[in-house]
């Protein structure tokens, strides 16, 4: 754990960056965690590849865990024909957005963010599906990403602790390893807890079983995020 870099700098409010550990918006208005209960929130992004983790779904199924997965368009336009998508009408599972085009908003201007946003959003209308949850690409949203969000009723979702198996170009630590000292050291209840469903994971299955085998010794139950 002694080699990660935690420096960060801030640019203007609701636009914090940090490098070289998580990049993520420390604005309280993206949420990191639900407390009240002895709940953790599985989440997982499925930015854009050409791939799904289907043992992974197969094993929340399985043992009948919810969870939330964060949706690029762009991933399922790779995969038309390709994938089976059953797992987003699952009841188990909330579906967010996670972008059209999974970009950083931060390398956008607020007119590129806002058609992001709006096409994300009617894809989803057309699909009918009522999105509550939405995660920026990269973890950064922007005054823009915020109001927009605010506008249609849509909750802005972070996560906390590390990205459990998937590590930051900047850095050189394992994640599994950084997952399994957060979860020792760090936890708390109504965490919302990150990792990959779509190829890019590391060790992801392995990590979500040891994950949930030990709080659920401790009496973690594993929800999927409220629509409300």
């Given at each position: 754990m002694k080699n990660i870099n935690t420096s960060f700098k801030?640019?203007?409010?609701?636009?914090?960056?940090?490098k070289g550990h998580n990049d993520k918006e420390m604005d309280p208005r993206h949420i990191k965690r639900i407390e009240g209960e002895k709940v953790i929130y599985l989440t997982f992004d499925m930015c854009p590849s050409s791939k799904l983790d289907s043992d992974i779904i197969d094993y929340l199924k399985k043992s009948r865990y919810e969870a939330s997965f964060f949706v690029c368009v762009d991933w399922i336009e790779k995969n038309q024909g390709g994938v089976d998508f059953s797992f987003?009408?699952?009841?188990?599972?909330?579906?967010?957005?996670h972008g059209y085009h999974h970009v950083d908003p931060l390398k956008q201007s607020d007119d590129e963010q806002l058609e992001d946003l709006n096409k994300a959003l009617n894809y989803w209308i057309d699909s009918g599906k009522k999105i509550h949850w939405y995660r920026t690409p990269f973890g950064h949203p922007t005054e823009t990403t915020f109001s927009f969000l605010k506008k249609n009723g849509i909750k802005c979702a972070s996560w906390s602790g590390p990205v459990f198996d998937?590590?930051?170009?900047?850095v050189?630590?394992?994640?599994?390893?950084?997952?399994?000292?957060?979860?020792?050291?760090?936890?708390?209840?109504?965490?919302?807890?990150?990792?990959?469903?779509?190829?890019?994971?590391?060790?992801?299955?392995?990590?979500?079983?040891?994950?949930?085998?030990?709080?659920s010794k401790q009496g973690y139950k594993f929800k999927k995020l409220p629509n409300v």
């Open positions: 801030f640019l203007k409010f609701g636009d914090f960056q940090r987003l009408d699952d009841p188990s599972f909330t579906i967010g957005g998937k590590k930051d170009g900047g050189n630590y394992n994640p599994n390893d950084a997952a399994k000292f957060y979860i020792e050291n760090s936890l708390r209840d109504g965490d919302i807890v990150l990792m990959h469903a779509n190829g890019q994971g590391i060790n992801t299955l392995k990590i979500l079983k040891e994950f949930t085998y030990e709080l």
